[in-house]
């Protein structure tokens, strides 16, 4: 039992861990981590459930787990390895959508799954056998996409991040919103959630 | 389980006959009570590490494996006097936005945006799908963005 509440106490770290995405945006008082896992669980269930053909118990366990690892690895941003210090360059920066080469996008991508994989297994060193498997392969499968849940959530999960910067964007006029579009028009191809972000553009703008 | 046809490079449906090949290979092993040769495999993906463990994961990753071979649509090369045209398969090479980038366009399962591999079911994939070398597409929902068409590349089969 106190392997167990060692791993709650760890875990209750995201309570207070603020996304990354909002603070390198400068926005006041930004989510924190477990805030975000929250509102992708409700949204994966629910929007998962209108799709049909899904578990929705194991979408809602990969959506509880997908950020855990996030405990010893923090968040990443696509803008990490070529932030400025020069908070008006920081500025500018945030108004455009970062490109990579294709060699640049395999080495980042290759390194955060180390790097995730890594504070994972860390986390749950200590669980008893079952759910210690269990988590690691609801993240193997949301990072991978080995099955309908993954693959979906994978999107879900973003879609909630995309709703958080419009509300951030109503209240703040700010993060930027060019670069959210640029990004969501090349990544989401999922039919709901394409629905969705039709629904969440005519309610914003 | 999906029922959609699932539309794959010639890499993409490879790789996942391989996968299918590997896993079976290692139920039959471990129901057998050995140890598996892919055990020992230097290329060994983390992925089989946690299979190993487990028969029923095994087990319901080969059953969504046989659902994607069993609607899967093997993305054919285009004709040479086609490939002038952004298809399925096509490496597209764009200005955007002032920066340059480069897609390949693939099917859902194979989609990876953060690889480059851009669905052709998102709305920049189905919006360059026809477009030739040179033409300025138009994405405008609620942001104008055009994708000016700076190459597109085929790979030889």
């Known amino acids: ?205 | 389980m999906e029922e959609k046809k699932f539309y794959l490079t010639k890499e993409g449906l490879a790789k996942i006959k391989k996968e299918h090949e590997d896993l079976k290979a290692l139920k039959l092993a471990k129901t057998a009570g050995e140890i598996p040769k892919i055990w020992h495999s230097e290329d060994l993906n983390p992925e089989y590490l946690s299979f190993q463990e487990d028969l029923s994961f095994l087990e319901v990753r080969i059953a969504e494996l046989e659902n994607i071979l069993r609607n899967a649509e093997l993305i054919k090369p285009l004709p040479k006097n086609k490939q002038s045209i952004v298809s399925l398969g096509a490496k597209v090479l764009v200005q955007v936005d002032g920066q340059t980038d480069e897609f390949t366009i693939v099917g859902s399962l194979e989609a990876n945006p953060s690889l480059g591999k851009i669905s052709n079911e998102s709305p920049v994939g189905k919006a360059l799908l026809g477009h030739r070398v040179g033409e300025e597409v138009l994405v405008s929902s609620p942001i104008r963005t055009i994708y000016k068409i700076r190459k597109i590349k085929y790979q030889t089969s």
Not at chain 1, 131 to 139: F, G, Y
Request: positive net charge; hydrophobic residues 40%.
């Open chain 1, 1 to 205: 039992m106190k392997d167990l509440l060692d791993f709650f106490i760890e875990v209750g770290k995201l309570k207070r861990m603020p996304r990354r995405g909002w603070i390198i945006n400068q926005i006041k008082n930004p989510e924190s981590i477990a805030e975000h896992i929250f509102r992708s669980a409700l949204m994966g269930w629910i929007i998962g459930e209108m799709k049909g053909n899904i578990n929705v118990e194991k979408l809602i366990k990969i959506a509880l787990i997908h950020d855990l690892c996030e405990v010893y690895a923090g968040d990443t941003t696509p803008y990490d390895s070529i932030l400025p210090r020069n908070k008006k360059k920081l500025r500018e920066l945030m108004k455009t959508w970062p490109r990579f080469s294709t060699s640049e996008k395999k080495k980042k991508i290759s390194e955060k799954f180390r790097k995730e994989k890594k504070s994972l297994q860390k986390l749950i060193s200590k669980l008893p056998p079952k759910p210690k498997k269990e988590i690691i392969k609801l993240w193997l499968d949301y990072e991978k996409g080995l099955t309908p849940e993954g693959r979906f959530f994978h999107q879900a999960d973003r879609m909630e991040n995309f709703l958080q910067a419009y509300e951030y964007w109503k209240k703040y006029e700010n993060p930027p919103l060019g670069p959210w579009w640029l990004w969501a028009r090349e990544f989401f191809d999922d039919p709901i959630l394409l629905k969705f972000m039709k629904v969440l553009e005519k309610k914003f703008h």
